[in-house]
């Protein structure tokens, strides 16, 4: 099970980092990902990291802005956001695939299995 947290209200330009952490198992065998469902639209891809965190994947909106990471050690993912515009505001979701280690990122929605519950993030003009 994973549980997202760190979500909140922040104007724009500002930055927060989102958690989410996996209870009672190691993420190590996975790659995570954020994804992002903006109000009245569809969920979207925002970014991934393969299980040993040296490859690591953007949606261009947010390219140069978000950094995904994680500790395998304390089986949490990790997304730093900075220079928010309110068009970040979404509810942001963790997602995980169990892949064997040479596995491409995905971008897909469908390729994750596991889905935490969600955190709110709000970026005010």
């Known amino acids: 099970q994973l549980q997202a947290s760190g979500g909140g209200l922040v104007q724009a330009g500002g930055s927060l980092r989102l958690s989410c952490a996996g209870s009672?198992?190691?993420?190590?065998?996975?790659?995570l990902a954020w994804f992002r469902q903006p109000p009245g639209k569809e969920r979207e891809y925002v970014a991934s990291i393969n299980r040993r965190g040296g490859s690591t994947h953007y949606a261009d909106s947010v390219k140069g802005r978000f950094s995904i990471s994680r500790d395998n050690g304390q089986k949490t993912v990790y997304l730093q956001m900075n220079s928010l515009k309110p068009e970040d505001t979404a509810v942001y979701y963790c997602a995980a695939d169990s892949v064997i280690l040479s596995a491409p990122l995905s971008s897909t929605e469908s390729d994750y299995e596991s889905w935490g519950q969600g955190t709110l993030v709000t970026v005010s003009s």
């Open positions: 009672g198992r190691s993420l190590s065998n996975y790659v």
